[in-house]
C-alpha cells in the first residue's frame, strides 16, 4: 500500500474512471435542488442528467460546503488503514469555506491524537474544476509509484502557484448569480451581444476581455492561452454542453499550441451551478506567482 493518500472535493471534477484506477478519495459536495439535498458524484454521476435538471429547476440550484465532521471522520479513517500522509487538495478557498473546514478538522485531529506518525496537509488550489482535478490525478499516480510525500507537495504547490483558467459562459444567468459575472455586465452583455472572458488565476476571477458573438469565442480563448502559457506544459480543455464549441476548441488549440490537450474533461454540478453548463474553458500552466 502506498504510504500517502490522496484525497479531494468533488469539484475538481475528475472522471470517475481515474477515483478508481489511482485510489483518489473524493468528497461530494452537498447540492440543493427545490426541498432536496443531493451529494455530487452519488446522485448525479452522468453530468448531463445534471445538466437537464439544472436548467429545468425554477431556481437556480446552490451548493454548501463539506462540514468539518466530515473531514475529521477521514482523516481518522485513513489514519487507522496506516497510511502516514494523507494530502487533501481543496476547491478555491475564495469561493467556498470548504477549506477553512479542513483545516479546523486537521487542527482538532491534531489536538486528539498528539505525537502519531501520520500527517494531514491541507492544500488550497486557488482554482476550479479540473484545473486541480488534473494535479490531483498527477499526484496519485506518484503517490501510487511511491514518490516521497514531498515531492508530490512540491509538484502541487507549482502547480497551484501557476495554473491559469480561460473560460467563456455562453448563457450568464449563472455566473451573475455567482458573482462571476456583475449583474450589470451581464446586462450589457446580454443586450449587445458580448460574451465576456473569466479567468481564474491565484484565487481571484475577473473578465479581461468581452468579444462580439459566438465566433469570436474559440479564437479569443486560443490566443490568450498561448499568450500566457509556458511552452511544452500540459494544458486541459474543460467543457459543459456545448459540445460544438468544445470541439472547436480543441482543433484550433492543437493547431496553435502544436500538440493536443492532456486531458478534455466535462464540468459537474458543483462548477456547473456557479458558471453555467453551456461553457468551454481553457486551463494551462502560466507563470509562478509567488
Given at each position: 500500500?502506498?504510504?500517502?493518500?490522496?484525497?479531494?472535493?468533488?469539484?475538481?471534477?475528475?472522471?470517475?474512471?481515474?477515483?478508481?484506477?489511482?485510489?483518489?478519495?473524493?468528497l461530494g459536495?452537498?447540492?440543493?435542488?427545490?426541498?432536496?439535498?443531493?451529494?455530487?458524484?452519488?446522485?448525479?454521476?452522468?453530468?448531463?442528467?445534471?445538466?437537464?435538471?439544472?436548467?429545468?429547476?425554477?431556481?437556480?440550484?446552490?451548493?454548501?460546503?463539506?462540514?468539518?465532521?466530515?473531514?475529521?471522520?477521514?482523516?481518522?479513517?485513513?489514519?487507522?488503514?496506516?497510511?502516514?500522509?494523507?494530502?487533501?487538495?481543496?476547491?478555491?478557498?475564495?469561493?467556498?469555506?470548504?477549506?477553512?473546514?479542513?483545516?479546523?478538522?486537521?487542527?482538532?485531529?491534531?489536538?486528539?491524537?498528539?505525537?502519531?506518525?501520520?500527517?494531514?496537509?491541507?492544500?488550497?488550489?486557488k482554482t476550479?474544476?479540473?484545473?486541480?482535478?488534473?494535479?490531483?490525478?498527477?499526484?496519485?499516480?506518484?503517490?501510487?509509484?511511491?514518490?516521497?510525500?514531498?515531492?508530490?507537495?512540491?509538484?502541487?504547490?507549482?502547480?497551484?502557484?501557476?495554473?491559469?483558467?480561460?473560460?467563456?459562459?455562453?448563457?450568464?444567468?449563472?455566473?451573475?448569480?455567482?458573482g462571476r459575472?456583475?449583474?450589470?455586465?451581464?446586462?450589457?452583455?446580454?443586450?449587445?451581444?458580448?460574451?465576456?472572458?473569466?479567468?481564474?488565476?491565484?484565487?481571484?476571477?475577473?473578465?479581461?476581455?468581452?468579444?462580439?458573438?459566438?465566433?469570436?469565442?474559440?479564437?479569443?480563448?486560443?490566443?490568450?492561452?498561448?499568450?500566457?502559457?509556458?511552452?511544452?506544459?500540459?494544458?486541459?480543455?474543460?467543457?459543459?454542453?456545448?459540445?460544438?464549441?468544445?470541439?472547436?476548441?480543441?482543433?484550433?488549440?492543437?493547431?496553435?499550441?502544436?500538440?493536443?490537450?492532456?486531458?478534455?474533461?466535462?464540468?459537474?454540478?458543483?462548477?456547473?451551478?456557479?458558471?453555467?453548463?453551456?461553457?468551454?474553458?481553457?486551463?494551462?500552466?502560466?507563470?509562478?506567482?509567488?
Amino acid at each position: 500500500m502506498a504510504s500517502v493518500k490522496i484525497m479531494t472535493d468533488s469539484a475538481s471534477d475528475i472522471p470517475i474512471q481515474y477515483e478508481a484506477d489511482y485510489d483518489i478519495e473524493i468528497l461530494g459536495f452537498p447540492l440543493t435542488m427545490g426541498n432536496e439535498t443531493y451529494y455530487e458524484r452519488v446522485d448525479f454521476p452522468d453530468h448531463d442528467e445534471f445538466y437537464t435538471r439544472l436548467y429545468s429547476e425554477p431556481k437556480i440550484p446552490t451548493h454548501a460546503q463539506i462540514t468539518q465532521m466530515i473531514f475529521e471522520e477521514r482523516f481518522e479513517e485513513f489514519w487507522k488503514m496506516g497510511y502516514q500522509d494523507l494530502i487533501y487538495i481543496c476547491i478555491n478557498s475564495n469561493g467556498s469555506n470548504t477549506f477553512n473546514s479542513a483545516l479546523m478538522a486537521k487542527k482538532s485531529f491534531e489536538e486528539a491524537h498528539p505525537g502519531i506518525d501520520y500527517r494531514v496537509h491541507v492544500l488550497d488550489s486557488k482554482t476550479y474544476s479540473y484545473a486541480y482535478g488534473y494535479a490531483v490525478v498527477e499526484a496519485a499516480k506518484k503517490a501510487q509509484r511511491g514518490t516521497h510525500v514531498n515531492e508530490i507537495l512540491a509538484y502541487l504547490e507549482d502547480w497551484f502557484n501557476s495554473v491559469e483558467i480561460y473560460a467563456t459562459a455562453y448563457a450568464l444567468d449563472f455566473a451573475k448569480k455567482s458573482g462571476r459575472v456583475s449583474s450589470t455586465a451581464a446586462f450589457v452583455g446580454e443586450l449587445l451581444g458580448l460574451k465576456p472572458v473569466i479567468t481564474f488565476i491565484d484565487g481571484e476571477n475577473a473578465t479581461p476581455a468581452k468579444v462580439r458573438g459566438d465566433k469570436a469565442v474559440v479564437p479569443t480563448l486560443v490566443k490568450m492561452a498561448k499568450e500566457h502559457m509556458v511552452p511544452k506544459t500540459p494544458y486541459l480543455v474543460l467543457y459543459g454542453n456545448n459540445i460544438p464549441e468544445r470541439d472547436k476548441l480543441i482543433k484550433e488549440l492543437e493547431k496553435a499550441v502544436g500538440y493536443p490537450a492532456a486531458d478534455i474533461v466535462q464540468i459537474g454540478a458543483t462548477i456547473s451551478i456557479n458558471i453555467g453548463a453551456n461553457l468551454v474553458a481553457v486551463a494551462v500552466k502560466g507563470s509562478q506567482k509567488h
